[in-house]
């Protein structure tokens, strides 16, 4: 049987003039694919700005992948996120970032890991991109010890070294943003602070008063609007009277950005991070992007819009979908390439979920740890005075 096969192979080489087993392994060999493509993006929209972004982006093969991978493995670890909600294994607030996930992998490949994060409640995409992984973040939604913040966090309070958090107070980490900023600047380090928040927190008075006082000071800061539309189940034309949130700084210069658009996000975002460091003070970007969920888990999402909006927003704009179709359309990657990259990131949050509902919770007498930092054990009174725990730091 094997020689006819062989013998059938060489009567087709002798055919076709082609070796056609050499034609296999080079349709599957890197060097086939194309390495470097420059793509056009679309323009951003100025506020006191002479010039913005580049309407032209270029990506490598290597880069394009991983932004696949990224933006992949937060859609999976969201939709998991989901399910375990709906078992009750997950409980309390719980905000999910499928839709948006162009923001966060764009903003990551344009900062240096020694650059500042700070983010509102809807946070898990960024606590994955500043290096936490996928195991430590759904073992701390379930509350679990194994979680990164020992499971005494939750959903809203994931932390990790220069990212910190995860902030329940609507609007409340923006002038923590800026006091971040301000130690950049104090210490010269060359870093800055991105600082993000949402449509429904843009009308906060603690948002003018930090733009007022980094616009004073100089301060190394971007304000990011990450505008997926709604404020909960509120549209942006019915909450704001101006919905052009890149003006919102006034004297503070803005840029409007397709924020479903990994390659917008990111050129934006290096054009935004090298005004800062070049010290000309705080800049304001608006990223125009959609969620997928409805605000939180507790809201289906289509009591104040469509079905039929939603999927439509997935249709056209889904920024994994347009990376993807990008990448392929180019031969910069094969389908098969990208669907062992999709079957390692399902297996990888698959064992994650198994971690965390395997994982203990942490005991009572970890409770009142961490409370103060580099102090010696001390007590920490109880339900009532007669009950003491140990804090340990």
Same mark, same amino acid.
């Given at each position: 049987?094997?020689?006819?096969?062989?013998?059938?192979?060489?009567?087709?080489?002798?055919?076709?003039?082609?070796?056609?087993?050499?034609? /296999?392994? /080079?349709?599957?060999?890197?060097?086939?694919?194309?390495?470097?493509?420059?793509?056009?993006?679309?323009?951003?929209?100025?506020?006191?700005?002479?010039?913005?972004?580049?309407?032209?982006?270029?990506?490598?093969?290597?880069?394009?992948?991983?932004?696949?991978?990224?933006?992949?493995?937060?859609?999976?670890? &969201?939709?998991? @996120?989901?399910?375990?909600?709906?078992?009750?294994? +997950?409980?309390?607030?719980?905000?999910?970032?499928?839709?948006?996930?162009?923001?966060?992998?764009?903003?990551?490949?344009?900062?240096?890991?020694?650059? !500042?994060?700070?983010?509102?409640?809807?946070?898990?995409?960024?606590?994955?991109?500043?290096?936490?992984?996928?195991?430590?973040?759904?073992?701390?939604?379930?509350?679990?010890?194994?979680?990164?913040?020992?499971?005494?966090?939750?959903?809203?309070?994931?932390? @990790?070294?220069?990212?910190?958090?995860?902030?329940?107070?609507?609007?409340?980490?923006?002038?923590?943003?800026?006091?971040?900023?301000?130690?950049?600047?104090?210490?010269?380090?060359?870093?800055?602070?991105?600082?993000?928040?949402?449509?429904?927190?843009?009308?906060?008075?603690?948002?003018?008063?930090?733009?007022?006082?980094?616009?004073?000071?100089?301060?190394?800061?971007?304000?990011?609007?990450?505008?997926?539309?709604?404020?909960?189940?509120?549209?942006?034309?019915?909450?704001?009277?101006?919905?052009?949130?890149?003006?919102?700084?006034?004297?503070?210069?803005?840029?409007?950005?397709?924020?479903?658009?990994?390659?917008? /996000?990111? &050129?934006?975002?290096?054009?935004?991070?090298?005004?800062?460091?070049?010290?000309?003070?705080? +800049?304001?970007?608006?990223?125009?992007?959609?969620?997928? !969920?409805?605000?939180?888990?507790?809201?289906?999402? /289509?009591?104040?819009?469509?079905?039929?909006?939603?999927? &439509?927003?997935?249709?056209?704009?889904?920024? +994994?979908?347009?990376?993807?179709?990008?990448?392929?359309?180019?031969?910069?990657?094969?389908?098969?390439?990208?669907?062992?990259?999709?079957?390692?990131?399902?297996?990888?949050?698959?064992?994650?979920?198994?971690?965390?509902?395997?994982?203990?919770?942490?005991?009572?007498?970890?409770?009142?740890?961490?409370?103060?930092?580099?102090?010696?054990?001390?007590?920490?009174?109880?339900? !009532?005075?007669?009950?003491?725990?140990?804090?340990?730091?």
């Amino acid at each position: 049987m094997q020689n006819m096969l062989t013998m059938i192979s060489n009567a087709l080489c002798k055919i076709t003039g082609r070796n056609v087993g050499a034609r /296999v392994v /080079v349709s599957r060999s890197f060097t086939d694919f194309t390495p470097q493509v420059t793509f056009d993006i679309k323009k951003c929209d100025l506020h006191r700005l002479e010039e913005g972004p580049p309407e032209k982006a270029e990506l490598t093969r290597e880069q394009g992948l991983q932004y696949y991978r990224t933006m992949q493995t937060i859609r999976r670890m &969201e939709l998991k @996120a989901d399910q375990l909600y709906k078992q009750k294994i +997950i409980r309390g607030f719980c905000h999910l970032y499928d839709g948006q996930e162009a923001c966060a992998a764009g903003i990551e490949a344009a900062i240096t890991p020694s650059d !500042h994060l700070i983010t509102a409640y809807r946070a898990h995409g960024y606590t994955f991109t500043r290096g936490v992984s996928v195991k430590e973040i759904l073992a701390e939604l379930t509350g679990r010890r194994g979680g990164v913040a020992k499971g005494k966090g939750g959903s809203m309070h994931m932390y @990790a070294p220069h990212f910190y958090g995860g902030n329940g107070i609507v609007g409340a980490q923006v002038p923590l943003g800026a006091g971040i900023a301000l130690a950049c600047q104090y210490q010269g380090n060359k870093q800055l602070c991105v600082t993000l928040y949402g449509d429904g927190a843009a009308n906060q008075g603690q948002l003018f008063e930090s733009f007022n006082m980094a616009a004073l000071w100089k301060l190394p800061c971007i304000f990011i609007c990450e505008n997926n539309k709604y404020g909960m189940g509120t549209s942006v034309e019915r909450a704001s009277a101006s919905t052009d949130y890149y003006k919102r700084g006034d004297f503070i210069p803005g840029i409007r950005v397709d924020g479903m658009d990994v390659l917008c /996000v990111r &050129e934006a975002t290096r054009f935004a991070a090298e005004h800062c460091r070049s010290g000309k003070g705080p +800049i304001v970007m608006e990223l125009q992007t959609y969620r997928y !969920h409805g605000h939180s888990m507790s809201d289906p999402g /289509v009591s104040y819009r469509t079905r039929d909006e939603i999927q &439509e927003v997935r249709s056209k704009s889904d920024p +994994i979908s347009m990376l993807k179709d990008r990448m392929l359309g180019n031969n910069m990657a094969s389908v098969e390439e990208f669907k062992e990259i999709d079957i390692s990131i399902r297996k990888e949050v698959e064992e994650a979920a198994q971690f965390c509902t395997s994982d203990p919770e942490p005991p009572l007498e970890d409770l009142c740890n961490h409370i103060f930092c580099n102090n010696p054990p001390l007590g920490v009174r109880g339900t !009532h005075p007669w009950a003491v725990l140990k804090s340990v730091s």
